[in-house]
């Protein structure tokens, strides 16, 4: 995305407070909206590069860079681009080793005046300032903060800073290897904001049935081929991909999403359609305004609108006509990828899911034996494969014909963590005994069959390892084959859009190594 920049016709400043260091009258100043993500990547950049040649800048300290206001109310600091969002601190006592996990503090700059230099030569000015008295907002009492940045007229000054603004906005989301970028848009002030930067996890270690990955994958390199872009261009076709991750909750849809953001490199942006102060304007905005070479996820997409189309929201400013239109890439940039994800396909509208605005449909099922497997070799790395087959066919002899999520298996391995491959083997039964257990717990609370999903069952994708104690789901018995009590198959896959590849399939967590 291009940096808005727009020269003011009036000055918002005081020229008493710069002229002890250069002669307004010769520059050009622009503002920058304060609460933009510009505001913060500005404010970050005269930390790390501004002199202090004619007064001594304040600067600002936050916990972490989604910590700190920016200064704007509800708005996110985008200051010191660190690769790492938390440092590890290892200390040793006599009895244990313990290893804890501290947020690092960020540095911005703060109020005052700031020179510094551009592409080696062009020398730019900033003012951080506030004006006016302290005002209520929805955050509080707040003083209107406000940044303006100065170059010479003679030189070409509005045409510098707009392209320092646009070379800190590619920065912010050019793609790392081993690492992808979590943006979430602010509907309120709308405006993309980086959340963090995050090391990646390979495809191999999302555990998927091979044909599943094998086939997704194979789409996506095919759709970002430079022969795949220049087909649609001939043909006159947006040239955008969108996927519906669909399925059991704990299946791993978000495990899946921020694997390939980082096999392929992309950011990865969070859309929230159901915000209040989301209309199709805004939505339009966020599509069009999205960071380049990103994958727009929106979760949750059955929360919308119903198959009659009307709104489930009741606030929603958002029409069912601007969600399509979004997703059609009218005046989208080119190349984005889209990912819809939903637990409950058959609550979508047949428009929102039809061939050519959704093109290829990826199943998430309840683990396969294929995917018991996988998940114990993950688990304990150097057991026998002949252990992680008995561990399979125990977990399916114990379920007797029923369903488990890949969460509740992932709960079972955090668990099992101190025990070696042997004894994970030996207690496989503790799976069916976990959802035994649960559902007795839950039948007289509210009268529901022993076999329904439990109620708190564990979210999308890492839901189990962050909390472990909501993973367990216990499902009827399933008549499809590939799931626990059947062979390898299971694996759904829906094409639609002509000669491109995709599956489908079910996911699961399952990355280290066990208690070996």
Request: glycine fraction near 8%; charge should be negative; include cysteine.
């Amino acid at each position: 995305m291009s940096s808005p920049i727009v020269a003011m016709s009036h000055a918002p400043f005081r020229a008493s407070d710069v002229s002890h260091a250069f002669d307004p009258s010769v520059m050009v100043h622009v503002e920058i909206e304060a609460g933009a993500s510009l505001y913060a990547m500005v404010l970050a950049h005269l930390h790390d590069h501004a002199h202090d040649e004619v007064s001594t800048p304040s600067r600002r300290i936050a916990d972490s860079p989604s910590a700190a206001k920016g200064g704007a109310c509800c708005a996110g600091d985008e200051s010191n681009d660190s690769d790492d969002d938390d440092e590890c601190a290892t200390s040793e006592s006599s009895s244990a080793k313990t290893t804890t996990v501290r947020r690092p503090t960020s540095l911005s700059a703060g109020l005052g005046l700031f020179s510094f230099e551009y592409a080696g030569a062009a020398k730019l000015w900033a003012l951080h300032q506030t004006i006016g008295s302290p005002v209520g907002s929805q955050c509080g009492v707040e003083l209107y903060t406000n940044l303006v940045l100065f170059a010479e007229r003679a030189a070409n000054g509005l045409e510098v800073i707009q392209s320092f603004c646009d070379q800190l906005l590619r920065d912010s989301e050019m793609t790392r290897p081993g690492m992808f970028t979590i943006f979430k848009f602010n509907a309120r002030q709308s405006t993309w904001r980086r959340e963090a930067r995050t090391a990646s996890r390979p495809v191999e270690s999302v555990v998927l049935p091979a044909e599943t990955k094998r086939a997704l994958v194979a789409d996506m390199v095919d759709f970002l081929a430079p022969r795949t872009q220049r087909w649609y261009r001939k043909h006159g076709i947006p040239y955008r991909r969108s996927y519906l991750f669909h399925g059991t909750p704990g299946a791993g849809k978000t495990s899946l999403i921020q694997a390939l953001a980082g096999e392929f490199e992309r950011n990865l942006c969070y859309l929230n359609p159901s915000h209040p102060d989301m209309t199709d304007d805004a939505l339009k905005h966020a599509v069009e305004r999205a960071p380049v070479s990103s994958l727009i996820v929106l979760e949750d997409i059955d929360a919308l609108f119903s198959k009659q189309r009307e709104a489930k929201v009741a606030q929603s400013k958002l029409t069912f006509s601007g969600l399509l239109n979004a997703l059609d890439g009218v005046g989208s940039s080119s190349g984005q990828v889209f990912i819809l994800t939903t637990n409950f396909k058959e609550k979508l509208d047949d428009a929102l899911i039809r061939p050519g605005r959704v093109d290829l449909h990826v199943a998430f099922t309840d683990a396969t034996r294929e995917q018991m497997v996988t998940l114990f070799a993950q688990f304990y790395k150097r057991a026998p494969a002949a252990l992680a087959d008995a561990f399979a066919d125990a977990v399916v002899a114990s379920l007797g014909g029923r369903d488990v999520s890949m969460a509740s298996l992932q709960h079972f391995f955090v668990a099992s963590r101190k025990r070696t491959a042997e004894e994970a083997v030996a207690h496989a039964a503790d799976v069916a005994a976990e959802l035994e257990r649960r559902s007795a717990e839950r039948a007289p609370a509210d009268g529901k069959d022993a076999g329904a999903p439990a109620d708190g069952a564990a979210g999308e994708g890492d839901g189990a390892a962050v909390e472990p104690e909501a993973a367990a789901t216990a499902k009827p018995k399933s008549k499809t084959k590939g799931r626990a009590g059947g062979g390898n198959g299971g694996v759904h896959v829906h094409i639609y859009g002509g000669a491109r590849c995709g599956g489908a399939g079910s996911d699961g967590e399952g990355d280290g190594e066990g208690g070996e």
